[in-house]
Every structure is written in structure tokens, then in C-alpha cells.
């Protein structure tokens, strides 16, 4: 098996080493990363400016881009042949609800399902990087077991408990939750005595029950909800017909 890895945290995150190191004995392994953390980036690319692509002394390739960049890159450029899974993360924290739109590592597991390439999206439960090579483990298991059952190509996006890898048992389908609205940015002073703005916190969970991705990381369950890209508003689409008619 040939996997491309990625993230938004960059290249030196714990995360992303931890993940290499656990696929590294059942794939053929590519990391193509960030040069630095790039959270929040979303499904950007850069195309106001040229990237450009270094390797560090371990292997990896860093790209001074998005997440999504760095998929980009690695299919069209770097890559002499495609993978057959891309996977994003160990991200430092969730991804769940609403935070999947705003999240750069399931951006970049987004760009390999746009190339057709099966993707997955893996991120912890909480900050802090506590058992970081339990989830990579992890991570690897989710891999090994489900990587050729589900129609092809997939979008997963997986939230994965801080716990010791013999608590990481329990894998459940999901829906993604809901989010109140964000926090108001809070307002600061640079050196210079100019405004600046810090964007606000996430907002409190609004729908977390039975079923959610929140629910499931909660009760101490590995959350994996498949994601779609069509964004396409159904249930409007007649009304809108109708109007416009």
C-alpha cells in the first residue's frame, strides 16, 4: 500500500511523526506537510504565489502552503504515482461539528477525495498531544480494518479519544454535531497601540446527542462520520425552481 500523509499542524507536529512511524511498517509512506501550523486553513489554496517544496533530514517534504497545497502538490508534482489512501493528522485537538468547514486537516484529506483517492482525516479528542502513539496506533488499526470495505472513493473524518491504546476499543458510525454560533473576537492593542482582533473561541456544543461525533468522543468512542462534498441545499432546490420560474 502507497499512503500520502499530511496535516495542518506542519511537518514537526507530533502528531504527523506519530502517524508516520505507526503506518510506516504496513505502507510505502509519503509526508508531504506544511512548513508550519496552518489551522483553520481550510480547503484554501495559495494561488496568489509561487510554493516552494524542501525535505527535511527525516524524509518528510514541507511546502510553505496549506494543507490543501500540499495534497495538491504531492499528486500533481511530487508523486510518480498516486497513492491509494491520503490520511491527514494526528491533528492537536477535535475536529467535529461545524469545525470540520473551517478544518485544514480535513482539507487536506478533502483534496486526495477530490483526486478519487479513498481519504481519511484523523484528529484527537482534546489538546495536548496525551497518547499521541496510542491514537496513532489506533489510527493504524482503523486503517488495516476498514481500508478496502467501504465504496470507493471514501471521505472519513475520525475523532479519536486521549486514552491509553488498551481504552481505544470502542469505534462507533456518527453524524456530525452542531455548534452555537462562535465567541466575538476579542479586541487588543498592538506595541504600536493600533487595534488588532483575535478571532473567538468555538461556540458551546448545540447538538451533541446520541449519534453525534461529540457524543461519541464524550463517552470515551472513537467517532468516524463519512463526509460528502456536494453542498448542494435539496430541499430548497424546487422552491428556488418555482421562484425563479
Known amino acids: 500500500m502507497k499512503i500520502l500523509i499530511s496535516n495542518d499542524d506542519g511537518y514537526l507536529a507530533p502528531g504527523i511523526n506519530a502517524l508516520a512511524s505507526a503506518l510506516a511498517p504496513i505502507a510505502e509512506i509519503v509526508v508531504v506537510a ?6 483553520g486553513a481550510s480547503n484554501s489554496l495559495s494561488l496568489d504565489r509561487p510554493l516552494s517544496v524542501q525535505q527535511a533530514a527525516n524524509g518528510f517534504y514541507f511546502v510553505n502552503g496549506t494543507p490543501s497545497d500540499c495534497v495538491h502538490v504531492a499528486l500533481t508534482a511530487l508523486l510518480d504515482e498516486r ?3 491520503v490520511v491527514s493528522g494526528i491533528n492537536n485537538g477535535p475536529n467535529m461539528g461545524d469545525d470540520t468547514l473551517y478544518s485544514g486537516t480535513v482539507a487536506a484529506a478533502t483534496e486526495g477525495y477530490l483526486f478519487g483517492i479513498p481519504a481519511i482525516a484523523f484528529s484527537q479528542g482534546a489538546y495536548g498531544w496525551e497518547h499521541i502513539d496510542d491514537a496513532a496506533r489506533h489510527a493504524r ?6 481500508y478496502e470495505t467501504l465504496p470507493r472513493p471514501y471521505l472519513l473524518n475520525v475523532n479519536i479519544p486521549n486514552r491509553p491504546y488498551d481504552q481505544l476499543n ?7 454535531g452542531r455548534r452555537h454560533q462562535s465567541e466575538p473576537v476579542i479586541k487588543a492593542r498592538d506595541p504600536r497601540g493600533r487595534d488588532i482582533y483575535w478571532i473567538g473561541p ?3 456544543c448545540k447538538d451533541a446527542g446520541e449519534g453525534t461525533d461529540f457524543h461519541a468522543c464524550a463517552n470515551g468512542s472513537t467517532s468516524i462520520t463519512p463526509l460528502q462534498i456536494d453542498l448542494t441545499h435539496s430541499t430548497q432546490l424546487n422552491a428556488l425552481a418555482k421562484a425563479l420560474a
Do not use: E, F, K, W
Open 170 to 176: 470502542q469505534v462507533v458510525a456518527t453524524r456530525l
Open 83 to 85: 497513492p491509494d489512501l
Open 202 to 204: 468555538p461556540g458551546a
Open 141 to 146: 488499526d482503523i486503517i488495516q480494518r476498514y
Open 34 to 39: 506544511p512548513d508550519s501550523n496552518r489551522s
